[in-house]
């Protein structure tokens, strides 16, 4: 009974707090499956600087000297570090077409006036002498080339920021791939930017095995402008591996031909762009293929790629900040996400999806769309009118219910405790036959009254009284006679007083012929019912 009065006094507290406690809510991280690796996407151009000097011999010895820009490649990289160091496709950068043919074909034209194809191929001319001199222009460059070529690589990496930048920065290669579709890395030539560095994008450890994959790719069709934002689709990655053959794509639905739709994006400028996968937002791989077949080649072979070039990829205090801010803004709290996009801001002035993100807040900061100014005024209104009452009365009035039922159920156990404790209750019996004893007078003033209970009744008709100690033993006789059989306390025979002092006189015991009181040698009266002793 205890433990149940106990179990409900704790159940008395835990109620009441469980009633005023708030569930937490928990979230996980909400960055998007594109928000942390678009701001490192950028534009890479390569083209060849070739500087080619025409020996002419036909009439006068004229020496003509020209320059042109051949591009050799362009696409989309990724920034794998603060730094600046860019990961893309070796097609981008390289080329195995021959630029000094192409300069040969141009310039020869030029100067000659005759029609020769603007493109990569040897052409032959039908004027003999013209043809000799054009042939000698190609390479190699032998002792009697007509043609002194001087062919230098130059790159730029334009990045994707708020305020177009035409010039981008010059990079240089560290590391390309003996096949087009291997990766290259490239390193900016001096500081990127700021001291801050640049966005950067998390590498995922492995590729996601699993068929059907939903997946995002990123890049620039062009060069990045105030109107031409970096393009984004999904896909989804079929099963297999994603080594340098790359790995296709499959739409689970079968709705949509996702191979020939990665393709045109390729051959468009997304070629060597980031493969984003689904759920962590890091890249799992580079977009490869064109025409009716796009592939991904690994996030394996990028990282080999990096640790041949000796380039280490990590995330910088830019990514740190603008993580922060994305936390709060996909979680809905806009008031705390402005200050936080401008920090993003002032480390790195030109971050487009920060100033986008930060201009949605500031619209949608106190609004009802906003959690943080919506808690705040719930705390508010809470804090004003209180908690209602009616919980606590209810809670309450189950308490005094289940204190109540306890004490009910304790009374009744007690109750029946005592009620097995008592004796049976004594059965009376009629008088025996033959002459009643006196009636029992009122025991004088200064009489000892006996202070045990009233004599034990059965149904037998001898009945011993016993008031002494110890108990008389019964003796059973005739109906009506009462018998008392008693021991002789003043050392009759066979007792321990009589063996031990010879010499004493036995002492007949007497008893009250009444109750059966034993009475001592000099009592007159009954101690017990006042009976005389001489009756």
Same mark, same amino acid.
């Given at each position: 009974m205890r433990r149940f009065v106990?179990?409900?006094?704790?159940?008395?507290?835990?109620?009441?707090?469980?009633?005023?406690?708030? /569930?937490?809510?928990?979230?996980?991280? /909400?960055?998007?499956?594109?928000?942390?690796?678009?701001?490192?996407?950028?534009?890479?151009?390569?083209?060849?600087?070739?500087?080619?000097?025409?020996?002419d011999h036909i009439g006068e010895l004229v020496h003509v000297e020209r320059s042109y820009d051949v591009p050799i490649g362009e696409g989309t990289g990724t920034v794998v570090n603060p730094e600046g160091a860019v990961v893309t496709l070796t097609r981008v950068v390289r080329t195995d077409k021959d630029v000094a043919v192409h300069?040969?074909?141009?310039?020869?034209?030029?100067?000659?006036?005759?029609?020769?194809?603007? +493109?990569?191929?040897?052409?032959?001319?039908?004027?003999?002498?013209?043809?000799?001199?054009?042939?000698? @222009?190609?390479?190699?460059?032998?002792?009697?080339?007509? @043609?002194?070529?001087?062919?230098?690589?130059?790159?730029?990496?334009?990045?994707?920021?708020?305020?177009?930048?035409?010039?981008?920065?010059?990079a240089e290669i560290t590391r390309? *791939?003996?096949?087009?579709?291997?990766?290259?890395?490239?390193?900016?030539?001096?500081?990127?930017?700021?001291?801050?560095?640049?966005?950067?994008?998390?590498?995922?450890?492995?590729?996601?095995?699993?068929?059907?994959?939903?997946?995002?790719?990123?890049?620039?069709?062009?060069?990045?402008?105030? *109107?031409?934002?970096?393009?984004?689709?999904?896909?989804?990655?079929?099963?297999?591996?994603?080594?340098?053959? *790359?790995?296709?794509?499959?739409?689970?639905?079968?709705?949509?031909?996702?191979?020939?739709?990665?393709?045109?994006?390729? +051959?468009?400028?997304l070629r060597g762009g980031p493969v984003i996968e689904d759920k962590k937002g890091e890249v799992v791989g580079l977009l490869v293929g064109g025409g009716e077949d796009g592939r991904m080649i690994g996030v394996r072979e990028v990282t080999k790629a990096l640790a041949e070039a000796r380039v280490i990829p990590r995330r910088g205090p830019i990514d740190a900040a603008f993580e922060q801010a994305l936390t709060r803004f996909h979680t809905h709290y806009y008031g705390d996400a402005v200050p936080a996009f401008q920090r993003v801001l002032d480390l790195y002035p030109g971050h487009v999806l920060a100033a986008a993100h930060l201009k949605t807040s500031q619209q949608k900061r106190g609004t009802a769309e906003d959690e943080g100014a919506r808690r705040a005024a719930a705390a508010a209104g809470d804090s004003a009118a209180g908690p209602p009452l009616w919980p606590f009365l209810v809670v309450g009035g189950v308490l005094v219910l289940a204190v109540l039922a306890g004490a009910f159920l304790l009374w009744r156990r007690r109750g029946n405790e005592e009620e097995e404790a008592e004796e049976e209750p004594v059965r009376n019996t009629p008088?025996?036959?033959?002459?009643?004893?006196?009636?029992?007078?009122?025991?004088?003033?200064?009489?000892?009254?006996?202070?045990?209970?009233?004599?034990?009744?059965?149904?037998?008709?001898?009945?011993?009284?016993?008031?002494?100690?110890?108990?008389?033993?019964?003796?059973?006789?005739?109906?009506?006679?009462?018998?008392?059989?008693?021991?002789?306390?003043?050392?009759? /025979?066979?007792?321990?007083?009589?063996?031990?002092?010879?010499?004493t006189v036995p002492v007949k015991q007497k008893y009250c012929t009444a109750c059966g009181m034993r009475l001592g040698p000099a009592h007159r009266f009954c101690g017990y019912c006042g009976h005389p002793t001489e009756a």
């Open positions: 106990l179990a409900l006094a704790l159940l008395g507290v835990v109620v009441p707090v469980a009633a005023a406690t708030v /569930p937490a809510f928990a979230h996980e991280h /909400p960055s998007g499956i594109t928000d942390l690796v678009t701001p490192a996407v950028v534009r890479v151009e390569a083209k060849a600087r070739v500087d080619i000097t025409l020996l300069a040969a074909n141009k310039i020869f034209a030029e100067h000659h006036k005759v029609k020769i194809p603007d +493109d990569f191929k040897r052409h032959t001319l039908k004027d003999k002498l013209l043809n000799h001199h054009l042939q000698e @222009c190609y390479p190699p460059k032998l002792p009697t080339a007509t @043609c002194i070529v001087d062919v230098t690589t130059e790159i730029r990496v334009f990045p994707n920021i708020s305020r177009p930048d035409d010039e981008g920065f010059k390309v *791939g003996d096949k087009p579709d291997s990766p290259a890395v490239l390193v900016p030539v001096g500081r990127a930017d700021a001291s801050a560095g640049l966005p950067t994008a998390p590498l995922a450890a492995q590729v996601p095995d699993k068929d059907s994959w939903p997946v995002a790719v990123a890049g620039f069709t062009r060069r990045p402008a105030a *109107g031409l934002p970096e393009t984004v689709d999904i896909a989804h990655l079929s099963a297999g591996g994603a080594g340098e053959g *790359g790995r296709g794509f499959r739409d689970p639905e079968n709705k949509v031909d996702e191979p020939r739709k990665l393709g045109a994006l390729v +051959d468009r400028g008088p025996p036959p033959g002459p009643r004893p006196a009636p029992r007078p009122e025991p004088r003033p200064g009489a000892q009254a006996d202070r045990h209970g009233a004599p034990d009744e059965t149904a037998d008709a001898t009945v011993v009284v016993g008031r002494s100690f110890p108990a008389l033993p019964r003796t059973t006789t005739a109906p009506g006679t009462p018998v008392l059989v008693a021991r002789d306390p003043g050392g009759g /025979p066979g007792t321990r007083e009589t063996a031990t002092r010879p010499d």
